[in-house]
């Protein structure tokens, strides 16, 4: 027999009860997906403190109550699971329209840090042909705002911050709609930048005016971790492209380290949100 039972329990119970915490902040995560901005160490957290308030309630209201009883574990993970989707669905409910960019006021201030405008995404105004020298353009800049602090790439708009809508790009898809133009989008993000991060942009299709050419606006938040362009080889190149006032630049290989280093720093708000620092 152990000489000191309740120290043996909460040994037993402590990995138990993280690995549990995990899984119920990953299960909250993919229930409210985009919706909720914290990370999953966050939510693991918050799932250890819901077990601890249920250990508490027992302890305190129920009489002869043991770690191991049913009616405790029913109690505590219950608690646990009612806290976290309580947190999650108040900060999910906060958030609410907070990512929502005003187009018609971003087209009026110009492009700047984090907003730019590209007339179109496939097609060469200049040479009036399908280019995928477009394409790479557009996801540099949503790579650099990705590594950047985010912004908005309208896309349907010339540099004067007109919306000049999407009627040459959609020509080119074998569909002409915006779901179609969507599809085509998120599928060129992930060939150049990765699924995880093409995943990361919310695309939006927006009349500024009633009566307006309708323009894309692609809302990058920053992202968690560096985004690194495919190189025509499939690979990644050694090149980070980040914004730098009002334009896209790429970084060398020591001074992309050094911006890793700085932008990616561990804080107790990254940890928590699980975006950067910088």
Known sequence: MPQSPLLVDFAVALPISVGIAYLL???????????????????????????????????MFLYGQRLWMPTTLLLTFGTSLGLSFLVAAIVALTQRGVGDTDVSA????????????????RWNVRESKKDARMELAIAKTIAAFLNSRGGVLVIGANDAGQAV??????????????????????????????????????????????????????????????????GSGGGATTELWIRVGNSTRALPVDEALEYVQRHWRPTLASVLTGRPAG
Do not use: Q, Y
């Open 165 to 230: 809508g999407l009627d040459r790009d959609l020509a080119t898809l074998r569909t002409p709609d915006h779901d179609r133009f969507e599809l085509w989008l998120r599928d060129m993000l992930s060939t150049a930048l990765g699924r995880n991060a093409a995943a990361l942009p919310r695309i939006r299709f927006v009349s500024v005016a009633p009566g307006d050419a309708v323009v894309c606006a692609v809302e990058c938040p920053p992202s968690p971790k560096p985004v690194f362009l495919a």
């Open 25 to 59: 902040a990953r299960l909250i995560l993919a229930i409210f997906g985009r919706r909720l901005s914290l990370s999953v160490t966050a939510m693991t957290l918050i799932s250890l403190l819901g077990f601890s308030v249920g250990i508490f309630l027992a302890g």
């Open 106 to 121: 971003v087209l009026r201030a110009g492009e700047s840090e984090r907003s730019e405008f590209k007339e179109t995404a």
